[in-house]
């Protein structure tokens, strides 16, 4: 084969969707890679080519095709193949996600299908990572597809972190959508150490209460991201399916005056829903 290898890609452009061409000496050569992104109509093929290849250079291809093109298809083939091996699907992934725009528009399209892709993606990233500056949270947009995080409380725990955090839109929306999950799993002391470890970080301690006790931190920290951010009233009251552990999230914003003003307000919103008058009766009983 020759060394410069653009006569080739003129010649026979197939050839570069195939992972054994990667391995040539000369495939990564500045000029030939910049030949190959001038012909749109082979970009994806080859970035194909390149995820399964035995030598890939991840810096090159990302600079070469951008990081949206490079995470577009690498989803693809965790989606719907088998043909990127975990390790390198890892490597690629923190490489392509270190764009933080490219991710939130792949997040935000919802085009994600899978749980195990999107706590991938997690994996490769920070909770705060993904801008939300306008319209709802992308991460919100990709969650909606999946039927259930049970099986991902890392994915879980993730998510309830970026809700407790600065960067989201949808604070009690996310809060909402894994608060159970994640609180099931401390309950249970299943939660896997790592989610625990980020998790954690974002989690109020106090000397008054022992930091051990992992459910009652998450609780408080809910509660304080209700009522410091005064977030939506309906989703307060929807945060756990459970009336044990809603009536223990109602006594701890009962203790002080901005908590009663908040719960007197959620008062007032359930007053005319009949399907949450258990949760009425709980409220009122914890005002002054």
Same mark, same amino acid.
């Given at each position: ?7 080739v890609?003129?010649?026979?452009? @197939? !050839? ?25 109509? #082979?970009?994806?093929?080859?970035? *194909?080519?390149?995820? $399964? ?14 990081s949206e ?6 989803? +693809?083939?965790?989606?719907? +193949?088998?043909?990127v ?8 992934l %923190?490489?392509?996600?270190? *764009?933080? @725009?490219a991710?939130? $528009? ?7 299908e ?8 997690? $994996? ?13 949270? =992308?991460?919100? #947009?990709?969650i ?10 890392? !994915? ?9 955090? =600065? ?5 009690? @929306?996310?809060?909402?959508? +894994? ?25 109020y ?7 051990? *006790? ?17 977030? *939506? ?6 945060? +756990?399916e ?15 005056? %901005? ?23 709980? #409220?009122?009983?914890a005002?002054?």
């Amino acid at each position: 084969m020759p060394r410069n290898l653009s006569i080739v890609v003129d010649a026979r452009p @197939e !050839l570069t969707t195939e992972p054994g061409y990667w391995s040539l000496p000369d495939a990564w050569n500045p000029e030939t890679l910049r030949h190959i992104a001038e012909r749109p109509e #082979i970009v994806p093929g080859v970035v *194909d080519a390149i995820l $399964r290849s035995e030598r890939p250079s991840i810096y090159l291809a990302r600079s070469t095709f951008g990081s949206e093109t490079i995470l577009r298809r690498l989803v +693809t083939l965790m989606e719907h +193949t088998a043909d990127v091996a975990p390790d390198t699907a890892r490597a690629w992934l %923190s490489e392509a996600c270190s *764009d933080p @725009e490219a991710l939130a $528009r792949m997040l935000g399209d919802g085009s994600i299908e899978h749980a195990a892709t999107l706590d991938a993606i997690a $994996r490769a990233t920070t909770p705060d990572q993904v801008p939300n500056d306008v319209g709802e949270d =992308p991460w919100l #947009i990709a969650i909606r597809r999946i039927a259930s995080l049970d099986a991902t409380g890392y !994915l879980a725990a993730f998510l309830l972190t970026r809700a407790y955090g =600065p960067r989201t839109r949808n604070s009690a @929306e996310l809060i909402q959508l +894994t608060f159970d999950t994640v609180y099931a799993a401390v309950e249970r002391s299943a939660l896997p150490e790592d989610a625990w470890r980020l998790l954690d970080r974002r989690l109020y301690w106090s000397y008054f209460w022992p930091k051990w *006790d992992r459910c009652l931190r998450i609780r408080q920290t809910t509660v304080a991201a209700f009522l410091e951010r005064d977030l *939506d009233r309906s989703a307060f009251v929807r945060i +756990t399916e459970r009336d044990d552990v809603f009536a223990l999230l109602i006594e701890l914003a009962s203790v002080s005056f %901005s908590g009663q003003r908040y719960l007197k307000s959620v008062r007032n919103y359930l007053a005319d829903d009949d399907n949450l008058r258990k949760r009425l009766r709980i #409220i009122k009983r914890a005002l002054w």
